[in-house]
């Protein structure tokens, strides 16, 4: 990337209202400046035509009544008599003038000769009406007049005899200068003064603009019944209208997916309750069934059929309860029954019922006592510490540990296996995430973690996942230890 | 063996249920309704009664009422969890205890066993010389599990009684929720402890003078009940 792209970039301005302001800043200078160019220029040119046409208006007028007189091939006394009576005429002009006949020497009035420019003469010589160039002489700008004089019996062909005269248009120049200043003085209050319609036009845009922005901020925190009040035609107008129709499309769309969800999850809801009383009549015989393929009086197929419709109903028991337990909370149905107790017996009586005391280590606080619901906490850790022996191996440490920070009891259980990818790690509490590929269908439902998670927030708690530094999983149950 | 009166709606559920209980050695009479099971009440005359609270007709809770008020056989409840609310309220009926369903046939067995010990397991067998103790106006007789109140024998159910024996056994410890969920109920440490507000609200009603302010069976705000001290 070359360094200018993002030199360019810093040199604009950020904010709308300034590019706004900027560019109207510019428009209105370009428009001014325009205008005065224009209004110089003609002026300029009005200034130097009326100078050159009152130039040979008087010159002409003064050789017509001067040239009659003259014989008709004039000699140079005649011709400087000529010159000195137009020096005269020239008045407050002060030109000079000079007259020639044919390729005669140019004769001035007195002295030196008016100052010419060279081509004017080879222009003149052919010229049947006056010659006119401006140049410059002595950085001061002239006008160079050439007049062929005809005669008055003879208009159509020229007698030889030209007139010339220069002056000096120094007063014009002063009044073009004059004129620039002016054109200037003019033109640079408007910049000051377009700030002013500047700011209202940008505000104006920019109101609208504004709402726009809040309308959306609002739409993106979730409030969909957020609209804007439209008024007028412009486009503006236009966007806000659509932003309306969006909005409502939006709105329409999110309350149908909302919907559909309900009925997934009331689908879900159903369809467990319905199992449940099936798997209830077969969970009643499982016993029966487990009896006989033990008792070795069945032929060893049967008995192994047994066996695994024995196991399998006692999974979809499990899975079914799991599901019917997360509809709960999806329902708001769930409750938390609190008690007194205390958490290292607590913590205790799970590993025991579970027969992990050998496997786990513990550390909890000596006499540490919460208010929570015990079966709700129960199925949280039951979840976190089987979940860390499944993942780390057999013969990785678990260590469950509890204090109390503050207000709050927090439970962490960590494990020295391989910890949680980072992939994965934001969705470990989402339904139906498999810690890894590896896992097998027998290890739940994969609602367990999901399960937890609701139970924690039930209790106005957290539960999160991390890797610890030095590897392996930690999992922290963090809950209010009285809650109100 | 035991007699068991089973009153369940669900012909499956009462297929597998009564399957199980006669493969334990149980006899077993299943009837679909509350009418039908109040009717074999006295003629079966079950040692224990195993009772679904959903029911056509008479409902389970009007069931453990009727039974109430002619007899103290061990009533079970048997629900299903989301049904929380009846289990309680059942509880209140009367009810000794529940189990929710889907249940094995072994976890039927354990709470009817332990239903049906009239003292619980950790408390120290009455010695031959233990005669009845007098307890304020209560007269404690733990060896005839019985409980008289001023002269007057007291129908107490299954689970009432012992868990006031087990209370009165040491008067004045007191025992959190879960350690009577544990030992008089026999129930893992996570169980319901409204099973024990339950038995404990029904206790009351029949021992204590003024339930509001109980003498027997005191509340410890935080840690759970203890009996007197008097």
Not at chain 1, 229 to 247: I, K
Not at chain 1, 267 to 279: G, K, M, W, Y
Not at chain 1, 323 to 346: C, N, P, Q, T
Not at chain 2, 15 to 33: D, S
């Amino acid at each position: 990337m070359t360094r200018r792209p993002r030199l360019l970039h810093r040199l604009v301005p950020r904010g709308l209202r300034t590019r706004l302001v900027v560019a109207f800043l510019l428009v209105a200078a370009l428009g001014a400046l325009a205008a005065a160019a224009l209004t110089f220029r003609q002026a300029r040119a009005a200034i130097l035509d009326r100078a050159r046409d009152t130039a040979i208006r008087d010159l002409r007028a003064q050789v017509g009544s001067l040239a009659p007189d003259l014989p008709t091939t004039p000699g140079e006394a005649d011709l400087r008599s000529l010159a000195l009576q137009l020096d005269r005429a020239g008045g407050s002009r002060g030109w000079h003038t000079a007259a020639a006949y044919r390729d005669g020497a140019l004769v001035p009035a007195s002295g030196s000769a008016p100052v010419l420019p060279g081509r004017l003469r080879d222009a003149a010589s052919s010229a049947r009406t006056a010659v006119v160039q401006r140049f410059h002489h002595a950085d001061v700008p002239w006008l160079a007049v050439a007049l062929p004089v005809t005669r008055d019996d003879r208009p159509s062909e020229p007698s030889g005899l030209i007139v010339y005269a220069s002056f000096s248009l120094a007063d014009q120049e002063r009044d073009v200068t004059a004129l620039v200043a002016a054109a200037r003085a003019g033109a640079l209050p408007v910049l000051p003064l377009a700030v002013v319609p500047a700011l209202l036009a940008a505000r104006r845009v920019l109101r609208p603009v504004r709402q726009l922005r809040s309308a959306a901020e609002s739409m993106a925190s979730g409030a969909l019944d957020t609209r804007i009040e439209v008024t007028g035609e412009d486009e503006l107008a236009d966007l806000g209208r659509t932003f309306n129709t969006m909005a409502a499309t939006l709105q329409a769309d999110a309350a149908t997916l909302r919907a559909m969800e309900a009925r997934a999850r009331r689908f879900a809801a159903d369809v467990s309750h319905e199992l449940r009383t099936p798997l209830a009549a077969m969970t009643a015989v499982t016993g029966v069934l487990d009896q006989d393929a033990a008792s070795g009086r069945l032929d060893l197929e049967t008995g192994e059929a047994l066996e695994l419709v024995a196991d399998e109903t006692r999974k979809l028991v499990r899975m079914v309860e799991d599901l019917m337990e997360i509809s709960r909370f999806d329902a708001g149905a769930a409750v938390l029954e609190l008690d007194d107790v205390d958490v290292a017996e607590l913590v205790g009586k799970t590993l025991a019922l579970r027969h992990w005391q050998r496997r786990v280590g513990t550390d909890v606080t000596p006499g540490l006592r919460a208010r929570l619901d015990p079966r709700r906490v129960d199925v949280v850790l039951a979840n976190l510490i089987g979940n860390a022996l499944r993942h780390g191996g057999p013969s990785v440490p678990v260590d469950v540990r509890a204090r109390a920070e503050g207000d709050r009891l927090v439970v962490t259980v960590a494990d020295g296996g391989p910890g949680i990818p980072e992939d994965v790690l934001p969705h470990v509490f989402d339904r139906f995430t498999k810690g890894d590929a590896a896992r097998t269908r027998s290890e739940g439902s994969g609602l367990g973690l999901a399960i937890a998670a609701e139970n924690a927030r039930l209790h106005g708690g957290t539960l999160t996942a991390a890797n610890a530094p030095g590897g392996g999983a930690v999992f922290t149950l963090a809950l209010p230890r009285d809650p109100a | 063996m035991t007699r068991v009166l089973l009153i369940e709606d669900d012909p499956a559920v009462r297929r597998g249920v009564t399957l199980g209980l006669r493969r334990n050695g149980h006899e077993t009479e299943a009837v679909g309704t509350g009418e039908d099971g109040l009717e074999s009440l006295a003629p079966f005359a079950p040692d224990i009664v195993l009772l679904d609270l959903m029911l056509p007709g008479m409902s389970g809770l009007e069931v453990c009422r009727r039974v109430r008020e002619s007899s103290q056989v061990p009533i079970v409840i048997l629900s299903a969890r989301g049904d929380d609310i009846d289990v309680v309220v059942g509880l209140e009926a009367g009810a000794d205890d529940y189990i929710v369903k889907p249940a094995s046939s072994e976890l039927i067995e354990a709470r009817m066993r332990a239903v049906l010990r009239r003292v619980a397991p950790s408390q120290p067998a009455p010695g031959p010389g233990g005669g009845p103790v007098l307890l304020g106006d209560l007269e404690i007789d733990e060896a005839a599990v019985r409980v008289c109140r001023n002269g007057h024998e007291l129908t107490l159910a299954p689970s009432e009684l012992k868990l006031l024996l087990f209370l009165s056994a040491s008067p004045g410890t007191t025992f959190s929720r879960r350690q009577l969920l544990e030992e008089v109920w026999e129930h893992s440490y996570y169980a319901d402890a409204r099973l024990v507000d339950a038995c404990v609200k029904r206790l009351r009603a029949k021992v204590e003078d003024d339930q509001r302010n109980p003498r027997y069976v005191q509340t410890v705000r935080g840690f759970g009940y203890r009996f007197g001290p008097l």
